[in-house]
Structures are given as C-alpha cells and as structure tokens.
C-alpha cells in the first residue's frame, strides 16, 4: 500500500497548509497514523499521530498549538492543519502509518509516504 500525502507548496511566512494523506488501498487497516517531517541537513522529526482505534491525536511540543491533526472517516483521509507557518517549517513532510500499538507508542511507522515538499518564505 502507498500512503498518498498533498497539499504541500509555497506559502508566505504567517499562512496555512492543510496537509492530507489516504492510503492508495482503500481496504488499508492500520493502527495509528502520523506525520514527521526532514528539513534539509537535520533528521527527521516526529510532528504528530493519530489513533485510529479512538480518534484520539497526540502532537508534538515544537508545533502544538500551530499543527492539528484530523481525520475523515468516510475519505479514509488523515490531514495536519498547519498554521502559523515559519521559514524553520521549511521540510519534506511525511505521512506514515503504524500497524500495531507497539509501533504507535514508540513513533516508529513502518509504512511511509513519499513526502510533499512545504517551502515557507520569509
């Protein structure tokens, strides 16, 4: 399965995104989803996850209170709303899923989209 993520693009320092993610099988059954995000010359950062057994979402500190993540059931559809934009969001953004709670609650997906490219301007 491939986890299909959009919505990337350039934006002016202070906008939004809205980042989505579907996975290219619609029967795909996952525990968790996530997104993590690598901006050039530093490793990757976990940005958030969703639990799809209760719905319930968890963020990481650096973007809480700027990020959200939502789902859409009935699109099968994962999205991170990003506001509040700065140059250092500047990343290759990534949608991941997780198969099992063991690897929801270690951070560690283990099915991983290709990335969408977020530019922020100054």
């Known amino acids: 399965v491939q986890l299909q993520a959009s919505g990337g693009g350039l934006v002016q320092a202070g906008g939004s995104l809205r980042l989505s993610c579907s996975p290219s099988?619609?029967?795909?059954?996952?525990?968790?989803m996530g997104w993590f995000r690598q901006a050039p010359g530093k490793d990757r950062e976990f940005l958030g996850r969703?639990?799809?057994?209760?719905?319930?979402?968890a963020l990481a500190e650096s973007v809480k209170g700027r990020f959200a993540i939502s789902r859409d059931s009935a699109k099968n559809t994962m999205y991170l709303q990003m506001n509040g934009l700065q140059p250092e969001d500047t990343a290759v953004y990534y949608c991941?899923?997780?198969?099992?709670?063991?690897?929801?609650?270690?951070?560690?997906?283990?099915?991983w989209g290709q990335g969408t490219q977020v530019t922020v301007s100054s």
């Open positions: 991941t899923a997780f198969s099992n709670r063991a690897l929801y609650a270690a951070k560690k997906p283990n099915y």
């Open positions: 099988d619609h029967t795909f059954a996952s525990y968790g």
């Open positions: 969703l639990d799809l057994s209760v719905g319930a979402t």
